[in-house]
């Protein structure tokens, strides 16, 4: 089945680590992601923090190619996009909104196209149809879920799980076998997209959610966002530094747990691209 | 005139209770009208399409931003600073540029008042208005160099980014150490095939310069 | 009509001078019809209603119209005057030539004539006016109060104490309410149970009080004075003749992990139970859903074989009895609002991040009542749920869910700054050495001695408040973490507590919308039921003969809910005074030959006051189906009027025929 895929700009840069986790593991389950023809950046934090205009111009370019190549669902697995698609979308139901945008990316947007996030791609599948194609079991794994930001907020826009109290990762994962930890810092903010502008602030961030999973029993952290990735793991050796604390915490994208429990190897899956390495 | 704002005020036979280097609270005065503070309150209120009277400074919004305890002016408290009209000190605050954007504030407050939305507002208008805190500097460096990144790739080119940042910042501060902070990594990252010498650019690039042009001549 | 009298007066300065109230009379008296016109100063007056007294006996007037100022001003005072000399009240008109004339025009001819116009109307339509009877209807002398709080028994006590007999339902095995299970009140720290039980008992054993506790109200028909009500009696399986509430059944019940409703699951009860020792009635109930012997037919038996007087019946059935009544009260009282889930109409709702329903040391206002009270399930001694360790440092965290727009009520709860610095003292005189924190945006404290007592907390049993609302509170290095702010002093607080008490909005008790409809009483978006006017009609609704007292109508404490119940209570003692009440004549009539039985009005009537009805002759043969005004409830709005097909519905005293010939005479 096809789905409209919508990378962004990480996915194809220095997270391209999750895009072979995410690819792999859906090929498994047979989904072919189909990138949208000539996408553009979605304007990430720059855009929303310095032009309004931008902001909202960039992700209405790239719904309305969604449109122009007919996909009803697309798939965004970098949740500051995926949320600034919805956002556009939210704002378009208003006509001047749409009829303006609409001119200033050339080309008409309607907003028809879903926009769906990882767990939500998981979801769709269904979690019985899941349960029942799992080849390893994952109960050597105790994970932390970690949601971070934009995948829950603003509630009102992307209307997904609890913006509190989220628990989809966790039925999920509860289907693959594996053990998930009740802590407190699931939506805690690991400082995005500061890690080169304002490294001191994500470390910060980093440590206290790393302590707080580490606190509430859990090996490893899994997330679903290409940035909280980086933060977690690739600086995890700075934050190691910086607050004299070992976490030895493997981070894992969802999809590299899913692609695990249906039988596929750490390599296939990009696992043994991550910095900090598996447990 | 509300002079909230004196930054640096030296002490002078005029005013010999100032002591040098301190930043005075001085009078709010909101008997005197001043429309340009009121027309500064109403760009922001109308680039984050929220109303700042409808906050009644419960404080949630502080209490719950992760980077609040960093900040010199919390976030419910720049909101106040807009009530009483003295947009000045909000524009030229750290506070807005040490903002994550993780949208907990908005997302919490109890008056629907969109918090994280002004805070994008304040830096969109403090860069127009040549506001910006020096502190900050090394953020703004960044995200400008982002765009203009995206403007003329449509997609971000990360080792074109990294260099002009670092380069950008290191001439400026004069901290040339900068240029190599991170460059361990470098090889890691070779390893792990996350440094890509060479990306893809996006197909029809003439749109998104028209775009950026477009967004920025509404601007002004 | 031939001999109608105008009587236009001056009313001092406010009408004489615009109007030229001498020529208004002369003009007037030139009108058919118009036997004398005078004009005097002040017509309400004692020399005014004497003169209109006079001239209806020496000129046999038989219809008068007094132009001067609104009716709702003094209509009464001059139909009382006509009654006085036999004439019926209903002929007497009004001209408003003050409030709508001299008080809004100041050009005075162009006053002078319209008042001139004013009374040619109310001349044309007097003409027409019916000698109309006041409606007297039997009123049964006994009253209905819904709920045994504290609101309730007050109002039981004062009516029973007048003289009637009252019928108090009650859906909780015992009467009480929340305030019986409060540790200590504010401002004076009275015990609760202690100022309450004298009460309880007083209801129990009242002569006039028919008690039905374990019951709930399951139909309301009738309407003011003579209303019919159907009441469920719930199964109890406990014979309330023959048990003595000794104690043997519930002290050898082997199913005693129950959440206990009266101590919000911070402790337990067995499934045959009293809610607290000194319920009335003190005699328990089975809870049919937890005992296998009444849920499935197959059980232990147990309480049975131990109660000496035979009292338990395990094939007991819900049984409705009906009572008659005059007088209804509602005084269903309040309920906490839940965090811990989705609301239906919350715009976004629960709120996850106090973490209420996870962290087993986040409780709310009511469960910590119970837990420092003398009676809870700890003795009175202060333990955390989690672990029965003794909290040193409490944070009670005030407006949770109040003043929310995005997600909870928009409404302040009124009583959460007065029961927080309750609980930060009587958790202080517990814990000596424990430290109270307080996080709120403002306070509340308007009434008798309460600023004192709020200082009084804060001055000598010191307590912190900070001002600032929670955002999060996260569970680290084994203890909860509380993320506040002070706004002002401009910093974010964290504080490590061992217990949290969330102050969560008042809202009606569950059920009540339920309650209300049958009722045909109206309420807002929240469930609090209306009243009649917010200033000046607090305990009445829009329904006659059904009252409202307490916390059913909204957020307050208890010495304003017990005003409120002795209110409500004067105003069914108003009602039952004799045994029948009069109404205006001024209601819808149907004329039943030309009425097509279509209900149209029926429909819209906003007060339900038209039925079904048949017309019979006199042999009682069929002829034909009738809708019927009920004059007792009409209350004249005239809306039947405006959508009758068939012009059979008509406003008596504001008959269309009139109205058509106050216009008619003006053009």
Redesign the interface.
Known sequence: MNVGYYPGCALHGSSNDYEQSLRACLETLGLKLKEVNGWICCGATAAHSLNNKLSMALPARNLALAEQDGFKQVFAPCPLCSMQLLKVREAIADEDVRRELSQVVEADISGKTEILNLIQIFQNVGLDHLKAAVKNSLSSITAACYYGCLLLRPPKIVQFDDSEQPTSMEALLSVLGAETVDWSYKTECCGAGMTMASEETVLSLAYKILNNASEHGATSVVVACPMCHINLDMKQAAVERRYGKKFNMTVYYLSDLVGLALGLSAKQLGIDRHFVTER | MSNLSVPNAKTTPENPHLLPGTLPKGIHNPNHRDDSNAAQVALIETLSKTKTANCYKCGKCTAGCPVSEHMEIGPSQIIRLLQLGNVDKALRSSSIWQCVSCLTCSSRCPKEVDCAAIMDALREVSLLQDKVNPQAQQIVTFQRAFLDNIRRNGRLNELDLIARFKSTVALRTREFSFLFKDASLAPQLRRLKKLHLSQPRSKDLSVVDRIFARCTEIEK | MSRIGIFVCGCGENIARTVDVELVAKRAGELPGVACAVAYKYMCSDPGQGMIREKIASERLDGIVVASCSPHMHLKTFRKAAQANGLNPYLVEMANIREQCSWVHSDREDATQKAIELIRMSVAKVRNNKALKTIRVPVTRRALVIGGGVAGIQAALDIADAGHEVVLVERAPSIGGKMAGLSETFPTLDCSQCILTPRMVEVGQHPRIKLYSYSEVEAVDGFIGNFKIKIRKKARFVDMDKCTGCGDCWNSCPLKKNPSEFDYSMGNRTAIYIPFPQAVPARPVIDKNQCNRTKKGKGCGICAKNCKSGAINYDDQDTIVEEDVGAIVVATGFGLYDISKAQDKAA?S????Y?YG?YKDVIDSLQFERLVSASGPTGGVLKRPSDGVTPKNVVFIS?VGS??????VPYCSKICCMYTAKHTMLYKHKIHDGQAHVFY?DIRSGGKGYDEFVRRAIEEDGAKYY??????I?????HLMV?????LA????MIEADLVVLATAMQPAAGVEQLAQKLHVGYDQYGFLLESHPKLRPVETNVAGVFVAGAAQSPKDIPESVAQASAAASKVQILLASDHVTREPEVATIAEQTCAACYACAHACPYNAIEHAEVRTPRGVFVKNTARVNPVICMGCGTCVSVCPSKSADLQGFAEQQIYAMLESLI
């Open positions: 976004q629960g709120y996850g991040e973490g996870k407006c003043r929310d727009n995005a997600k909870g945006m001002r600032g609302r929670v955002s999060k996260t569970q680290e290095s084994g993320r506040g702010a002070d706004t401009g910093t974010t607080v």
